[in-house]
């Protein structure tokens, strides 16, 4: 009997039926050892020696593995054909050999590029031997993960107390989310103005165009600062005569892009569809394993949907409608420019719009670009026209949006940090560890998570850098390729890493304190009226205030003469003023029945508080027994507290959005699955 291992059951299954009688295919259920979690895992004095350890939840398959290998003549390792793979293909035999199992034995790899007969009969004729770079690069990997998160970590439990740990890659992307929120807290939005003309022409066609150039100067997104030079722009224009003196239209194409990586696939699935990392690698996974239908897998999303769940539907319809798209021929567009100019030839308008010539692959696969957005113009000829209206738009700079997952994805591929099949699993930890939290898809870093990235920077500054982890990762690469040794780099990175760790244990944690007091400053303290760092306590005068932390709280701003003044506020300057705002009731309105609804402040945030009607409350008991309220509530039955979203803006909660708070949670009906 020939024995094959595979990663899913769900795979073992399929793979089974296709071999027939004389083959008997189990799967390993992903990795089944790993490096434990204590000292000397990994052993820097003797070239990185790795102690693998079998984790409970894979002894009962390894048992099924080693009995089903104790009848079998030839082992056939298909795990998945990536390093990852070739990883576990390398564990199961090695563990096989030390339990000598292997004796007078064939061992072949093989590997499945899809999951259909002729491919699953292809690759068994067609077998290998395990890849060693891949598993090199692989073993490289996890050392590099183990020696900065053993090392870093219990260095955070005692400066620290409180914080969970500290990941290679994990620690980066973090510092990617905090520094873009200091980034959004310390902007300072700049006021500028548009200006665009209406025109008319001989036959009722109307344009609206956008200065060009005024007074034979080009305008620029920042030429009008403010409403007085934008008053002055407009009565420089507003007596001028105009006509159109030119017409151009020329075709652009638009190119398909290829079908999905790793990577693109984890971002289109998030702006698309709102699928996090993690949801879109569980799903792709099981329809990359393969389910069961009628004949092959060569088919459109329509004759196939019935085979699949309503997640597993729309992620194969985007998958399939990209690939498809991508052997299409280009989108043509025709796009038009109408240049308007004064008769003193001293001011020049613009106007362009585009029209959709030739779907091309656009016919199922639509793609966002800026095309999509500009108007039809109509068909006009060159001569004079007539200023109908001038338009003037006030606008204030907005800062850098927050990182969504798919931006996340997108921003660490494009520093080479990471690669695609971990990004699910940084993003997943990050959220898990409390140092970022998810709100309307967007991270936003918790005043733990600014921490201990403030810690990072301040004292391991070279492993969070981007250049360095890129180069790192550039490192793992050629190891994959056989151009680097692992034990070298591990070496290499090994010595400078181990040497700052020690430095930084012999700091106390006062000292640490401190530093971040430092490199924290300008981001959590506000200035005084010469622009220096203001840390003087407001409630006692005498005090300093510096940067405290707590083991359940985390970080937080306390003032030096505590217990004499207690005064704390949190370590985000924004959410510090929304404290301070908070610090009395704000009378928001009246609720539906009749009560106040008052905006306050509380131990976890800011919150809406109102009272409700006896009937309300007979009714929620009712409604408790099918549905938990996410409600907080007081001592008293007649009174409810909602939480304030985060991501909302206090200044945005007026009565109307209060009470749309207040309404939740609203039953939509059943879901259909």
């Not at 020329?250 to 790793?262: H, L, Q």
């Not at 001569?383 to 006030?394: F, K, M, S, T």
């Not at 510090?576 to 610090?583: I, S, Y």
């Not at 029945?593 to 009714?619: A, C, M, S």
Request: aromatic letters at 8%.
């Amino acid at each position: 009997m020939n024995l094959v291992i595979v990663e899913s059951p769900a795979k073992a299954k399929t793979i089974n039926k296709y071999l027939g009688d004389n083959y008997k295919v189990l799967a390993s259920y992903g990795h089944i050892r790993d490096l434990p979690s204590k000292n000397g895992s990994v052993d820097p004095d003797q070239n990185f020696k790795m102690e693998w350890e079998v984790d409970s939840f894979s002894k009962k398959y390894l048992k099924e593995i080693t009995d089903a290998a104790k009848e079998s003549t030839k082992i056939i390792l298909a795990t998945d054909p990536d390093r990852e793979g070739e990883a576990i293909a390398w564990h199961v035999k090695e563990y096989l050999d030390q339990k000598k199992l292997l004796k007078d034995k064939e061992v072949e790899r093989v590997v499945f590029n899809e999951i259909t007969k002729k491919a699953v009969v292809h690759g068994i004729e067609n077998p290998r031997q395990i890849e060693p770079h891949l598993v090199d690069a692989y073993m490289a990997r996890r050392a590099l993960d183990y020696l900065v998160g053993f090392n870093i970590s219990p260095i955070l439990w005692t400066k620290l107390p409180g914080s969970k740990s500290a990941g290679r890659v994990q620690s980066v992307a973090l510092k990617l989310i905090t520094e873009r929120e200091h980034e959004i807290e310390s902007f300072n939005p700049e006021e500028f103005w548009t200006l665009s003309v209406k025109f008319s022409d001989i036959n009722n066609n109307f344009i609206t165009a956008s200065i060009y150039e005024l007074n034979s100067k080009r305008i620029e997104k920042f030429t009008f600062k403010n409403k007085e030079e934008i008053n002055s722009a407009i009565e420089e224009i507003k007596n001028k005569k105009f006509s159109i003196t030119d017409i151009s239209s020329k075709t652009i194409n638009r190119k398909p892009s290829g079908p999905f990586t790793t990577s693109t696939l984890q971002q289109t699935a998030s702006s698309r569809l709102g699928f996090g990392a993690s949801r879109t690698m569980q799903i792709a996974q099981k329809l990359y394993q393969g389910i069961e239908i009628e004949g092959e897998t060569s088919r459109s999303p329509d004759n196939i949907k019935k085979y699949l769940s309503t997640d597993q539907n729309k992620l194969y319809e985007l998958i399939w409608s990209r690939a498809l798209s991508s052997q299409m021929e280009s989108a043509q567009f025709d796009r038009s420019t109408i240049t308007l100019t004064s008769n003193d030839n001293h001011t020049t308008c613009k106007s362009s719009g585009s029209i959709l010539k030739f779907d091309g692959f656009l016919k199922i696969y639509k793609s966002q670009s800026k095309e999509d957005d500009e108007e039809i113009l109509p068909e006009v000829s060159k001569g004079p026209v007539n200023i109908e209206a001038l338009i003037d738009e006030q606008h204030f700079t907005q800062p850098p949006p927050r990182y969504s997952e798919a931006s996340l994805v997108k921003k660490l591929e494009e520093l080479g940090i990471g690669r695609p099949s971990t990004y699910a699993s940084i993003i997943s930890t990050i959220a898990n560890r409390g140092y970022a939290e998810i709100t309307n898809k967007r991270f936003f870093p918790t005043d733990r998570g600014k921490l201990i990235s403030a810690f990072l920077e301040k004292l391991f500054s070279r492993y969070v850098d981007y250049n360095f982890t890129a180069g790192l990762e550039d490192q793992l690469d050629e190891i994959t390729t056989g151009k680097e040794s692992w034990i070298k780099v591990l070496e290499l990175f090994w010595k400078d890493f181990n040497n700052n760790v020690l430095e930084v244990k012999e700091k106390r944690t006062r000292e640490v304190l401190d530093l971040l007091n430092d490199s924290l400053g300008s981001l959590v303290f506000d200035k005084d009226k010469n622009g220096n760092i203001d840390r003087k306590c407001k409630i006692c005068n005498e005090g300093t205030l510096s940067l405290k932390n707590s083991f359940r709280g985390g970080a937080f701003i306390g003032c030096s003469n505590y217990p004499d003044c207690k005064f704390t506020r949190p370590l985000s300057k924004a959410k510090a003023a929304a404290q301070a705002q908070l610090a009395e009731p704000k009378f928001i309105g009246k609720h539906e029945n009749g009560n106040d609804i008052f905006l306050k402040n509380g131990r976890f945030g800011p919150y809406l508080q109102y009272e409700v009607l006896p009937e309300e409350i007979n009714n929620e008991k009712k409604d408790s027994k099918k549905k938990k309220k996410k409600l907080k509530k007081d001592t008293n039955d007649n009174i409810k507290n909602v939480s304030i979203p985060k991501g909302i803006e206090l200044e945005s909660v007026d009565l109307e959005k209060a009470k749309f708070l207040c309404s939740l949670p609203k039953s939509l009906g059943i879901n259909p699955d």
